[in-house]
Structures are given as structure tokens and as C-alpha cells.
């Protein structure tokens, strides 16, 4: 089923470059960021490949693209950008790519766990000001209902000391950052 997404009457390809000042039209199809890639077996599209649908600029690429499984599982190891001809920072796409399949809800329904850790995680951080892993697990598990699912390593961790129970706060400088955030997407 196709959608209408609107990116200020500009082609998502057109909205990347606004956002993050990345041409995708600068990328060649050489393919060296694909062969590279850790998780491209495991991606619906290679990263060359979701290049490829981005440079054809219609709503039906785009749609495509913001509604795939592979810009959730890229790990932003930068072995795809170090490794391009053309210094394309692929990682950097995504994270827009990222941002704007939420904010069109266009999330591939097999990534619904990786958006819910993403959410934890920087939902942690900004209610503790750094990351409190008995925390993060504890909105993972209740966003997912995954309650059973890895419970077997938390006594063996908690043993080692490698969780903390009480978390450590450090929040007014990481406040100060998130608002500075939230300020710049207002403006923007
Ligand atoms: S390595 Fe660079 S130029 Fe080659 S396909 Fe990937 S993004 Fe395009
Ligand atoms: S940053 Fe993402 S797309 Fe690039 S190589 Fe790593 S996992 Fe693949």
C-alpha cells in the first residue's frame, strides 16, 4: 500500500541533503560499502542498494526505503563510509533514514524490538543522565514483553558487579543537551 510522505515538497534524497548535508548522488553502485557491510546478509536491501532506490527520487523508492528492515539493523560501524570511493556517509543517511521512517510510521514490523531498545536506551539516559542497565532492561522488557527472555545471565551479572541496582545520576549536563536538541528541531 503506498503513502503519501511529504518532505517539504522535496524527494527524501532532497530532505537527506537538508538534514545532513550528504548528496546520495554522489554514490557510484561501486558496491565496496555493501561487500563490507557486517549486516548487510541480514538486510531486505544492501546499502549501495538503498542508495540506489534513494537516487531515483520517486515516492514509491522512498517509501521503500523508510519502510525497510535494513536501516534498523545497521550498526553505524563506519566500515561502509571508510571504505567508499566517494566518502558517502552511509551511517549518516541512516540516521535520517531512521528519523523519518518513525515520524512517517513507516517501521518494518521485524524491527519493532531494535525501535523499542533504541527508545529504552535514550529514554534511560535522558532520565539519568548516563546509561543504568537494570534500567534499560526494565523499559525494554515491559515496552516488548519479552520478560523471560536472557533472565538466566542477571544473577550471574549482578554477581560479577556488572549491574548496578541504583542508578548514578548525571543529569543536568545531559539535560542541557537533550534541550539543546529539542531547540535545534524546533528551529530546523
Ligand atoms: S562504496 Fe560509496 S560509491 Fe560505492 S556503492 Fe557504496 S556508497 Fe556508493
Ligand atoms: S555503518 Fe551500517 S551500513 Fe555501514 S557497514 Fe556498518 S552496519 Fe553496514
Redesign the pocket.
Known amino acids: 500500500m503506498s503513502v503519501s510522505i511529504d518532505f517539504g515538497g522535496d524527494s527524501l534524497a532532497g530532505w537527506i541533503q537538508h538534514k545532513s548535508g550528504i548528496s546520495v548522488q554522489r554514490c557510484y553502485q561501486c558496491g565496496k560499502?555493501s561487500a563490507?557491510?557486517?549486516?548487510?546478509s541480514d538486510m531486505d536491501f544492501a546499502?549501495s542498494v538503498l542508495l540506489r532506490l534513494l537516487q531515483l527520487q520517486n515516492a514509491e523508492s522512498d517509501q521503500k526505503v523508510l519502510s525497510s528492515y535494513s536501516i534498523w539493523?545497521?550498526?553505524?560501524?563506519?566500515?561502509?563510509?571508510a571504505r567508499c570511493p566517494m566518502e558517502v556517509d552511509?551511517?549518516k543517511v541512516?540516521d535520517v533514514l531512521r528519523a523519518e521512517s518513525l515520524r512517517h510510521k513507516l517501521v518494518n514490523k521485524r524491527a519493532k524490538d531494535i525501535v523499542a531498545f533504541h527508545k529504552s536506551f535514550i529514554d534511560t539516559i535522558r532520565n539519568f543522565g548516563r546509561l543504568w542497565e537494570v534500567g534499560l532492561v526494565a523499559d525494554y522488557k515491559l515496552r516488548t514483553r519479552h520478560f523471560w527472555q536472557d533472565v538466566v545471565v542477571a544473577p550471574v551479572m549482578l554477581k560479577k558487579g556488572k549491574l548496578s541496582l541504583i542508578p548514578l545520576f548525571h543529569k543536568k549536563f545531559v539535560s542541557r543537551i537533550f534541550s539543546g536538541l529539542r531547540n535545534r528541531e524546533e528551529r530546523a
Open positions: 560499502c563490507g557491510c557486517p549486516a548487510s546499502p539493523l545497521c550498526l553505524t560501524c563506519h566500515t561502509c563510509s552511509l551511517p541512516m
